[in-house]
T-cell receptor
Framework: DTEVTQTPKHLVMGMTNKKSLKCEQH?????MYWYKQKAKKPPELMFVYSYEKLSINESVPSRFSPECPNSSLLNLHLHALQPEDSALYLCASSHSKGASYNSPLHFGNGTRLTVT | KNEVEQSPQNLTAQEGEFITINCSYS?????LHWLQQHPGGGIVSLFM???GKKKHGRLIATINIQEKHSSLHITASHPRDSAVYICAVSSSGSRLTFGEGTQLTVNP
């Protein structure tokens, strides 16, 4: 069982839809991350939140909009996506302050997104 | 050349065999992570190390900072160890850089 919970597990959406991915952790971690992973490739960092503030945006298109309502929750709002955005979206958290990546990452099981 | 290179890319073993996966990196690091990803997608952090050796059950991870090399060993391998194993490095104030992963299949 993972301590980082992601919902939904699977999502199919059209290019005109608006949907949200959700991530929750109750380990007291203050750094939370969104990664995108294509098949047979390593994860690619999208966003990092540190103490509920966005600290890293890896030049992600504006059709992806992250939100951190509180220290336990992380959302990824999706709008006007393209078929090439289909991927596994992974949430992670860690104790790290900022984005120094010097403590273990705890990953969720991911949301498998298909854009039609 | 990638900053983090893993070998082999694919590895097939028989149950009970001793397995080694290697990771070489070309940048200065503050820590190296070994991660495990099962077909369902979830990633588990196995080890984070910056020197020496760590052991957890049948898994052992070593790192040689001078040679910029790390190994992940699995003793008495089991079919449930079948997964993708990913090496990743972190540098101070920088991003986590991932290797391409090693697909391990352990046959009964």
């Amino acid at each position: 069982d993972t301590e980082v919970t992601q919902t939904p597990k699977h999502l199919v959406m059209g290019m005109t839809n608006k949907k949200s991915l959700k991530c929750e952790q109750h380990m007291g971690h203050r750094a939370m991350y969104w990664y995108k992973q294509k098949a047979k490739k390593p994860p690619e960092l999208m966003f990092v939140y540190s103490y509920e503030k966005l600290s890293i945006n890896e030049s992600v298109p504006s059709r992806f909009s992250p939100e951190c309502p509180n220290s336990s929750l992380l959302n990824l709002h999706l709008h006007a996506l393209q078929p090439e955005d289909s991927a596994l979206y992974l949430c992670a958290s860690s104790h790290s302050k900022g984005a120094s990546y010097n403590s273990p990452l705890h990953f969720g099981n991911g949301t498998r997104l298909t854009v039609t | 050349k990638n900053e983090v290179e893993q070998s082999p890319q694919n590895l097939t073993a028989q149950e009970g065999e001793f397995i080694t996966i290697n990771c070489s990196y070309s940048v200065g690091i503050s820590a190296l992570h070994w991660l495990q990803q099962h077909p369902g997608g979830g990633i588990v952090s196995l080890f984070m190390l910056s020197s020496g050796k760590k052991k957890h059950g049948r898994l052992i991870a070593t790192i040689n900072i001078q040679e910029k090399h790390s190994s992940l060993h699995i003793t008495a391998s089991h079919p449930r160890d079948s997964a993708v194993y990913i090496c990743a490095v972190s540098s101070s104030g920088s991003r986590l850089t991932f290797g391409e992963g090693t697909q391990l299949t352990v046959n009964p």
